[in-house]
Nanobody, 126 residues
Framework: QVHLAESGGGSVQAGGSLRLSCEAS???????MGWFRQKGGEEREAVAA???????ISADSVKDRFTISKDNAKSILYLQMNSLKPEDSGMYYC?????????????????????WGKGTLVAISS
């Protein structure tokens, strides 16, 4: 059975940093990987994604603050989050899908997500 396990969430003050990790039981080198977040009753928002070649793309709301990266050898996906704001709070999910081209993190939804993690909670206080 496939597992995506997120970690690294927590509570920090605005302006702080967190690094999320997603350990996968699949070979992430064969998948497009991404981070989504969900706030309250809102829909999940794609935050950042990386394709099989390592090309990454981020949502405008987090550009220049969040960086997605991956370690194919360890099958771990990361999200480095800097200059955090209260509006960054939410549950963060790791996702994997088969894809070809990514022009926006939301493209992951167009391909259909194959696997989801259970999420890690991020809370940013002002």
């Amino acid at each position: 059975q496939v597992h995506l396990a997120e970690s690294g969430g927590g509570s920090v003050q605005a302006g702080g940093s967190l690094r999320l990790s997603c350990e996968a039981s699949i070979y992430i080198s064969s998948y497009c990987m991404g981070w989504f977040r969900q706030k309250g009753g809102e829909e999940r928002e794609a935050v950042a994604a990386v394709d099989i070649d390592g090309n990454s793309i981020s949502a405008d709301s987090v550009k220049d603050r969040f960086t997605i990266s991956k370690d194919n050898a360890k099958s771990i996906l990361y999200l480095q989050m800097n200059s955090l704001k209260p509006e960054d709070s939410g549950m963060y999910y790791c996702a994997a899908t088969r894809c070809t081209v990514l022009t926006d993190p939301e493209d992951l939804n167009l391909y259909g997500i194959d696997y989801w993690g259970k999420g890690t909670l991020v809370a940013i206080s002002s």
